[in-house]
């Protein structure tokens, strides 16, 4: 299979090196040309357009940031959906409105394209090991063809149902990480108040039941919430956002989740 990716950041990255080190022909595009440089080392092809990429590929592998830069590289004359040929597919990594995914998927259908939503966790580290967590929604035969390339950099990949439903998923899984940041944040703080130095407790929690991911990232940097708010406050605030707006659109009620998660933003600066 032929693999081209578009989103090479600090998770797009060492995604794409482990697909090319795997022995998978790929191609990459970046908006900027320090994004490939790493990559000159290796047999990656680069090219001047998502469509020039689609057209040298099977596999077409979206790890940008946000809703519009999928549609960006994705739609248009020299979008990834002009240049890939019908029985090619798209997957897009991204972590974007399950409905942004929907409404390409049928765009790409019409031109006999299979689109997959398939958003990563883990973070860069995760991905240089080969150990993302991947989330897909999409056709079970589709994806079971593009599961081998997924495995050079995950595992484990998960099917959750249809187009949409590996979005939805990522979702749930950040409002619950971000309302455990509230959490554990606040305990250490009250246990400090207590006189329980904020290192001792998180020694104590991060053995017994009440650990958490997120009190586990609070308690490696002492206590403070200031480098997590750097790196992660705004996208937290975009998928909450997101995961309440499907909420409120189904008519179902989050309850304490989506309270702690804004209590959460809250700490970090921001509000939804």
């Not at 020039?52 to 549609?71: E, F, Y």
């Not at 409404?103 to 958003?119: C, Q, R």
């Not at 104590?204 to 919430?225: E, H, K």
Request: hydrophobic share 50%; glycine share 12%.
């Amino acid at each position: 299979m032929r693999v081209g990716f578009i989103g090479l950041g600090s998770q797009g990255a060492p995604m794409a090196r482990r697909i090319v080190e795997a022995g998978y022909p790929l191609a990459l595009w970046a908006r900027r040309a320090a994004s490939v440089e790493p990559f000159a080392d290796t047999a990656a092809k680069v090219v001047d357009t998502p469509a020039a990429l689609a057209a040298i590929s099977d596999l077409v592998c979206v790890c940008v940031v946000g809703d519009d830069d999928v549609r960006q590289v994705l739609n248009g004359d020299s979008g990834v959906l002009a240049g890939l040929a019908p029985g090619g597919t798209v997957a897009i990594h991204s972590t974007v409105h399950p409905d942004t995914c929907r409404e390409l998927a049928e765009t790409a259908a019409a031109k006999g394209i299979s689109l997959l939503d398939a958003p990563v966790s883990g973070g860069g580290p995760a991905a240089a090991a080969g150990r993302l967590l991947v989330m897909v929604g999409g056709d079970p035969d589709v994806v079971e063809r593009c599961r081998p390339v997924f495995a050079t950099y995950a595992e484990p990949v998960v099917h959750l149902g249809g187009v949409g439903s590996g979005q939805v998923t990522k979702l749930l899984n950040n409002l619950l990480f971000t309302a455990n940041i509230a959490t554990a944040k606040t305990t250490l703080d009250l246990g400090e108040a207590l006189g329980v130095s904020v290192d001792r407790l998180a020694e104590v929690i991060t053995q017994g039941s009440a650990n958490s991911f997120a009190l586990g990232r609070i308690a490696q940097f002492g206590g403070s919430l200031d480098i997590l708010k750097s790196v992660a406050a705004d996208l937290l605030k975009k998928d909450v956002s997101l995961i309440a707006d499907l909420a409120e659109a189904a008519g179902a009620t989050p309850g304490a989740v989506l309270e702690s998660a804004d209590a959460a933003l809250g700490l970090m600066g921001r509000t939804r």
